[in-house]
């Protein structure tokens, strides 16, 4: 004879009870082909599954995996991004506010060209970028080396093309390309043959900062050489390395007249042609 197995009655609500067949389902405790919650309680009582706190985490672990989560997607590993916001998620002790936030990301995400483009990233892959923008302008680009990079609070796509034809930049940059990602609706993403660069196409830009700039000044990833010059302790020598003159320039002009560029020529010449325009906005004569 078989013996039967005592019965228990769980007073759950309704809400904790597909809670338990969500578990009894994910673990694989089943009768048939439904979740079976009797199942997973004598799994528990084997100690076939472990019971552990969902309620200890710190307030700075949450806040840490939060950033996390937010900087991984800013620079495209949105795989990875997911993968941290489920495990928020599942904890009890995350706040309603951030919850629901963390919700509205994983319910926002990137559209398929984009996760493309993550994942040729991550293979070193290649590949073939056609968008048409909003002025119904078809653009193709041969990407042989990608990154995604934030601007002032935007992402882009920062990239070193085969086509050149339509960049602005001085001569020895205009391989590479800065595109808004936001700003592409719908994209085709194809793999190509060819080897991935190592980077973007880069120059030496040499700068001096005075003044106060000169002492505050904090050293970059991309900086070659800091120093001060040898015959004064008051002006600051800065060597950097630079893949854009765009994004370059728009941070050093924040900072005039204390930060002067030295070489090369022809980024030089771009600071002194937007002082000239500047000038002519607020009529003051410029000679040369």
Not at 10 to 24: F, G, I
Not at 152 to 165: A, G, I, P, S, V
Request: charged share 30%; with cysteine.
């Amino acid at each position: 004879m078989s013996r039967k197995g005592q019965s228990i009655t769980l007073s759950v609500s309704e809400r904790d009870k597909a809670e338990l067949e969500n578990l009894a389902l994910e673990f694989g405790m089943m009768w048939g082909d439904r979740p079976n919650i009797s199942k997973l309680i004598e799994a528990i009582a084997r100690h076939q599954l472990t019971i552990g706190k969902n309620n200890d985490w710190s307030e700075s672990r949450i806040r840490a995996l939060d950033r996390a989560m937010r900087v991984l997607a800013d620079i495209g590993q949105n795989e990875q991004a997911q993968i941290i916001a489920q495990l928020l998620l599942e904890r009890s002790e995350l706040p309603i506010p951030l919850r629901t936030d963390i919700e509205s990301f994983l319910g926002n995400l990137p559209p398929q060209w984009r996760l493309e483009i993550d994942r040729y990233i991550l293979r070193n892959q290649p590949f073939q970028l056609s968008y048409q923008d909003a002025r119904h302008h078809v653009w193709n680009f041969t990407v042989l080396y990608a990154k995604v990079t934030p601007h002032e609070k935007r992402q882009y796509l920062d990239c070193w093309c085969e086509e050149t034809e339509g960049n602005l930049d001085v001569e020895e940059l205009q391989h590479n390309w800065s595109l808004r990602l936001d700003r592409i609706q719908d994209a085709a993403v194809l793999p190509i043959a060819g080897e991935w660069r190592s980077g973007l196409a880069e120059i030496d830009v040499e700068m001096y900062l005075f003044a106060g700039l000169a002492f505050a000044y904090q050293p970059k990833p991309e900086d070659k050489i800091n120093e001060w010059l040898p015959d004064t302790k008051k002006v600051r020598r800065v060597v950097r390395r630079v893949s854009s003159t765009f994004w370059f320039i728009r941070e050093v002009m924040q900072y005039a007249p204390d930060c002067v560029i030295v070489a090369p020529e022809n980024v030089r010449s771009l600071i002194k042609e937007k002082l000239k325009t500047l000038c002519q906005h607020y009529d003051i004569d410029v000679d040369s």
